[in-house]
């Protein structure tokens, strides 16, 4: 069965740089869409990035400062988070379907990592 895992999250400053990894296993990285999402305190989950067959995609909220990549040789997907704000402060979820249309809606995914953890003080 297809797991996930997040590394990565830690305590970051305003301004101040993340790079998350999720790392697949019993699956093969090319043959699934991958999506990030995150919840933020006292509030629901939100669609963060995602890549499919076609390209890539974001959230408004973070359209220029964050970069979903995938390495095949590592079978991980990573979200390279730049110019971060407090407001990017939430656990974030890795996801992943087989759906090779899937974008922007966390019913479109089939399996989820338990996430971690982002906080950037202001």
């Known amino acids: 069965q297809v797991q996930l895992v997040e590394y990565g999250g830690g305590l970051v400053q305003a301004g101040g740089s993340l790079r998350l990894s999720c790392v697949v296993s019993?699956?093969?990285?090319?043959?699934?869409?991958m999506g990030w999402f995150r919840q933020a305190p006292g509030k629901g989950r939100e669609f963060v990035a995602a890549?499919?067959?076609?390209?890539?995609y974001y959230a408004d909220s973070v359209n220029g400062r964050f970069t979903i990549s995938r390495d095949y040789a590592e079978n991980t997907v990573y979200l390279q988070m730049n110019s971060l704000k407090a407001e990017d402060t939430a656990v974030y979820y890795c996801?992943?379907?087989?759906?090779?249309?899937?974008?922007?809606?966390?019913?479109?995914?089939?399996?989820w990592g338990q996430g971690t953890q982002v906080t950037v003080s202001s």
């Open positions: 890549i499919n067959w076609s390209g890539k």
């Open positions: 019993g699956g093969t990285l090319s043959t699934h869409t």
């Open positions: 996801a992943a379907t087989k759906n090779s249309y899937a974008t922007r809606s966390q019913s479109q995914y089939q399996y």
